[in-house]
């Protein structure tokens, strides 16, 4: 296992921000992934564990503790089931999927990060969250001191959480195992209307899944989500914040709130999200807060490409960042009654 100290933390995340660790681990199997956590919480040390980095904030002061890099790799396929050690790129392993001819996550193509991340966020994209084909996870709780497998319905999945994301000190995925379709090389039925309307079919409908994780990569390219060192509209944790789920009654209050300001005959996005409840567009309120592409004249600036992405361009620091975050929410709350809530987990600062 790889151990460096007093190690820079910001080019192990997509924001390319933060200090450094006290101590950098990188383990490539499970058994030191245990070994470390064991470690750690035996000498009290604090414990960052670190996959991909695309959802990470990391304050500039960096981490006082050991960072754990979890660098592990193992995609197997049996049939239509699939496990992925927590440290497999998920992007690739979406593109390993696809070529295989199976279905269920297709349209989850081009997310940067680990497959590890994916169930803590509940990760989901273009129509598909992975709670939808996740079978089991196995993972080292830590209050126990032994691995555990959860179902899918023990990892207590809802938009963009999960029981891994509620008590984020607890548990270290180790592998995720999926349940795919085999539906002769077409996708899952498309859910999402911007990939339907792209593809030219109804929703509903299927394709071939080569079709569409194409389509969709070329979407998340368009809005600056797929990783291009060369483009600092990807340097960013992609959607900042997560979209509101509001019940009723706070549905009709941001609804006389538009009205007001923007003029009776505008109507936000809304959509279902579960009884009295109704989820609507982050990014529609920052653009119609005033936030729009490209705002912001410092180093930390809205992404010219997608109103949802914060990004570093080049020289921003992780408070240069967090003044722009703080900036947008309170314009949002301001105008709409809504506080955002940040997606990335913050390390050492708070929104």
Not at 218 to 246: I, Y
């Amino acid at each position: 296992m790889q151990e460096l100290h007093d190690a820079p933390l910001a080019p192990l995340t997509t924001f390319r921000l933060g200090g450094p660790a006290t101590r950098l681990l990188t383990a490539t199997t499970d058994d030191e992934v245990i070994a470390a956590v064991r470690e750690a919480d035996a000498s009290g040390t604090p414990l960052l564990v670190i996959g991909g980095g695309s959802n990470l904030v990391i304050g500039d002061k960096g981490f006082e503790g050991t960072a754990l890099r979890i660098a592990t790799r193992g995609f197997t396929l049996d049939g239509t089931d699939l496990t992925l050690a927590a440290g497999e790129n998920w992007s690739d392993a979406v593109a390993r999927t696809v070529a295989a001819g199976l279905a269920g996550i297709e349209c989850l193509a081009g997310i940067p990060g680990s497959a590890g991340a994916t169930p803590i966020q509940n990760v989901g994209a273009y129509g598909q969250e992975v709670s939808s084909t996740i079978a089991e996870v196995v993972a080292y709780d830590r209050t126990a001191g032994e691995t555990v497998t959860l179902s899918n319905a023990e990892c207590a999945f809802s938009y963009r959480h999960s029981r891994f994301k509620e008590h984020p000190d607890r548990f270290v995925v180790l592998r995720v195992r999926f349940a795919l379709e085999d539906a002769g090389g077409l996708s899952a039925p498309i859910k999402y209307a911007e990939t339907a309307r792209t593809l030219g079919v109804e929703a509903g409908e299927r394709v071939p899944a080569a079709d569409a994780r194409e389509t969709v990569l070329k979407l998340r390219a368009g809005k600056g989500m797929v990783l291009d060192p060369e483009d600092h509209d990807t340097w960013s944790a992609g959607s900042f914040f997560t979209n509101p789920v509001l019940t009723e009654a706070q549905h009709a209050d941001f609804l006389a709130r538009v009205h007001e300001r923007l003029g009776a005959d505008v109507t936000p996005p809304a959509f279902p999200a579960g009884e009295g409840r109704v989820k609507t567009s982050a990014a529609w309120l920052i653009d119609r807060a005033g936030f729009t592409k490209g705002y912001g004249d410092g180093p930390a600036r809205i992404s010219t490409k997608h109103t949802l992405a914060l990004t570093n361009r080049g020289g921003a620091t992780t408070e240069d960042l967090l003044a722009l975050a703080r900036e947008v929410r309170e314009g949002v709350r301001a105008a709409f009654g809504i506080t955002l809530v940040n997606e990335p987990v913050t390390v050492g600062v708070t929104l």
